[in-house]
């Protein structure tokens, strides 16, 4: 069964196998004591350290081992803004940030400080120069991802972390999705990773505090980990994962020809087979293994189950595959389709085979999906009335757009059709259906339940 959710969770390396088993055996023992076992133990975790140092291109010293990438994040954002408290109390993030570094910027709101979220383009990708502007006198910290989860774009790491040097505000990249197929460019001062990203075992993170950067661990005191990390150190794990790491990193060159040869495959190709599709993020400046894709007319949860049945593990960033109905924050800031999105994300030693599998499975898993909805075949119906209302509170995507679809032809051509929704989906799914179809999205106007959504034909 091919596994298309590497950006998720990549699959276990096999070197990360081998040394996991290995360590059981030989770094049981406490690396903080004296006797043999903890030498042993102690030595195991330095070589771990200096190994993972080495690929992300920073000191042993500036690197501790955390339970997560996520735990990473929070750890380092608290840390910097607790010591630099007395600069300000503002934060600067883009609007595209893993949910760990924005659930960091609620906390930092609810305790009193301010936090910038800088937009980005429609493939996902900030302007540097936009960033520039967020900054401020009293900015503690700056965050910026190296490449996105959702959609693979990756941002301007380097150009960023010159203006903030240049003010002197840290930067924290988080490098997560990034780092296995090389190191992150740029003078930044903070990084964080997690191992589970590149074919490590869960439950390892990575936090890298550059020398001079001020930072103070909160929480109660811990000696481990130059007391940025507390707890006992999941020796087995760490070494497994820093062993991984170098692996990846010697297959990375040669693995990201191949796969984004396989990626560039089916951004070609899902359009021409599939109607109604926009394929998003940044088609060059993006992640070797990552393409994602919205379908018109589809309910993401739905589609994502077909593919399951047919064999292909994949994830979305629709608001139907989630219990709060809420479109991803990703696509949703990009201002992008989000209806039927798919992101495939292929792991190392991914077969063609199993791509052009996935291409010729997707038309008819789609096809499926939009017969059951009753998503409109084309246009048609006499263009008798000059507007119409269609009441689709109540409806969650894809249906408000499906039953936009199907009246549009209803109206001649400068006629209006209002759509009333209380779908969150809707705000983007509207315009975006009046971008791919070649109509005139008006906006949008408070309803006395839900809003209105105004389309006016152009064809």
């Known amino acids: 069964m091919p596994y298309f959710d590497a950006a998720s969770s990549a699959p276990l390396h096999p070197v990360a196998r081998q040394a996991l088993l290995a360590s059981l055996d030989e770094g049981w023992a406490d690396p903080s004591r004296l006797y043999r076992e903890g030498r042993r133990a102690r030595m195991l975790l330095d070589a771990a350290r200096e190994a993972a140092a080495e690929s992300v291109g920073c000191r042993p010293d500036e690197l501790v081992f955390t339970s997560s990438g996520t735990r990473a994040v929070h750890s380092g954002v608290s840390g910097v803004l607790a010591a630099r408290r007395r600069v300000g109390r503002h934060l600067v993030v883009s609007a595209v940030e893993h949910s760990s570094v924005l659930h960091s910027a609620a906390e930092h709101e609810a305790a009193g400080g301010t936090t910038t979220e800088v937009p ?6 900030v302007d540097p120069a936009a960033y520039a502007r967020a900054l401020r006198d009293d900015t503690a910290l700056a965050c ?14 380097a150009k ?14 988080d490098a997560a999705q990034s780092l296995a197929w090389g190191p992150v460019e740029g ?17 390892v993170g990575l936090l890298v505090v550059r020398k001079g950067v001020r930072f103070a661990a909160q929480g109660p005191a811990d000696e481990r980990e130059s007391g940025r990390a507390a707890g006992f150190e999941n020796l087995p794990a760490i070494v497994a994962a820093a062993a991984s790491l170098r692996a990846v990193r010697a297959e990375a060159a040669a693995e990201a020809v191949r796969l984004r040869a396989l ?6 190709r899902v359009p021409e087979l599939v109607p109604d599709v926009e394929v998003v993020g940044d088609p060059v400046r993006r992640l070797p293994h990552v393409v994602t894709f919205s379908c018109l007319y ?14 292909f593990s994949v994830s979305s960033g629709s608001s139907c595959t989630s219990s709060t109905l809420t479109p991803s924050h990703v696509l949703r800031a990009m201002g992008v389709l989000t209806e039927g999105n798919v992101r495939i994300s292929l792991p190392p030693g991914t077969a063609a085979v199993d791509v052009d599998r996935f291409l010729e499975v997707l038309p008819g898993a789609v096809a499926g999906v939009r017969e059951r909805l009753g998503a409109p075949v084309a246009s048609s119906g006499p263009a008798d009335v000059e507007s119409l209302v269609v009441d689709s509170l109540g409806k969650r995507c894809p249906i408000p757009v499906i039953e936009l679809a199907k009246v549009i032809g209803d109206v001649p051509v400068g006629g209006t059709v209002t759509v009333l929704s209380d779908d969150e989906a809707a705000r983007l799914d509207i315009p975006a259906w009046c971008g791919m179809r070649g109509q005139e999205y008006v906006g949008e106007r408070p309803a006395e339940r839900g809003t209105a959504y105004v389309v ?4």
């Open 120 to 125: 980005v383009d429609r493939a996902g990708r």
């Open 144 to 157: 910026l991802q190296s490449a996105n989860h959702e959609v693979g774009t990756e941002q301007p790491v």
């Open 160 to 173: 960023i972390a010159q203006e903030c040097r240049a003010v002197g505000v840290p930067l924290l990249v």
């Open 187 to 203: 003078d930044w001062s903070l990084l964080t990773a997690s191992a589970h990203k590149w074919g490590g075992p869960a439950g």
């Open 263 to 268: 990626v560039d495959r089916i951004r070609a």
């Open 298 to 311: 589809v309910d993401g949860e739905t589609l994502l189950h077909e593919l399951d049945r047919a064999g």
């Open 456 to 459: 006016r034909r152009l064809a």
